[in-house]
């Protein structure tokens, strides 16, 4: 059985689509989320874990690296998105939000990327966003643009050792049937997945607009 793909942040938009994309190329799926829903997905390994939570985060990670191994691919997709000006949240809600869609990354990197890096291989995506900031999302901008850095820290320190890391930078709403449809979107995890060591990408971004 080929390693498998974890989901970190599985919901019914991208999280689903994803998990759904791989599981069609024959990996095992886990999905990580706060409900612990499997999403009516056939055949998928599910694991209750608040992604900034780090114990419960990296229990669940060592869960379904029992059952699956280590992953081939990991999938960082949760997110706090709210609406928030500058000065109207609070320092928890802030700090809140950069827990998960942070800190969270990190946890969760630094929990499974050593094990890639000694087996020379692997992939942790990232979803990202908010590729312009935006003053009515301040906490997500903030977030986003830690996600950026964090893909370059990762990618300096595990690059090397054949980890594969990257974003996927969402630009719009995730609806079905628009230029933002999460299975569309889907097909950008399975190409920096399978792309060559040579022709790696830190970065994709959807805009909802064809080339």
């Given at each position: 059985?080929?390693?498998?793909?974890v989901?970190?942040?599985a919901g019914p938009?991208?999280?689903?689509s994803v998990a759904r994309r791989f599981a069609k190329e024959g990996l095992p799926v886990a999905l990580v989320s706060r409900t612990g829903k499997t999403l009516g997905l056939e055949g998928v390994l599910a694991y209750t874990a608040d992604s900034g939570d780090e114990t419960q985060l990296r229990a669940a990670l060592d869960a379904a690296g029992a059952e699956l191994g280590t992953p081939d691919v990991v999938v960082y997709n949760a997110a706090i998105i709210?609406?928030?000006?500058p000065g109207e949240a609070t320092v928890r809600a802030h700090l809140e939000a950069w827990a998960v869609n942070v800190v969270g990354a990190l946890v969760a990197t630094a929990h499974v990327a050593p094990a890639m890096a000694r087996r020379g291989s692997g992939t942790f995506i990232i979803t990202g966003g908010m590729p312009e900031p935006k003053?009515?999302?301040v906490s997500l901008s903030l977030g986003k643009a830690g996600v950026r850095t964090l893909v370059a820290l990762l990618d300096e320190e595990y690059g090397p050792s054949g980890v594969h890391v990257a974003s996927v930078t969402v630009a719009g709403p995730v609806a079905p049937?628009?230029?933002?449809?999460?299975?569309?979107?889907a097909e950008h995890?399975?190409?920096?997945?399978?792309q060559p060591r040579d022709e790696w990408e830190l970065e994709i971004l959807h805009s909802g607009v064809s080339a």
């Open positions: 059985m080929m390693p498998g793909a989901i970190i942040g938009g991208i999280g689903r709210r609406p928030d000006t003053a009515r999302y049937g628009t230029d933002f449809d999460p299975d569309e979107i995890y399975w190409r920096l997945h399978t």
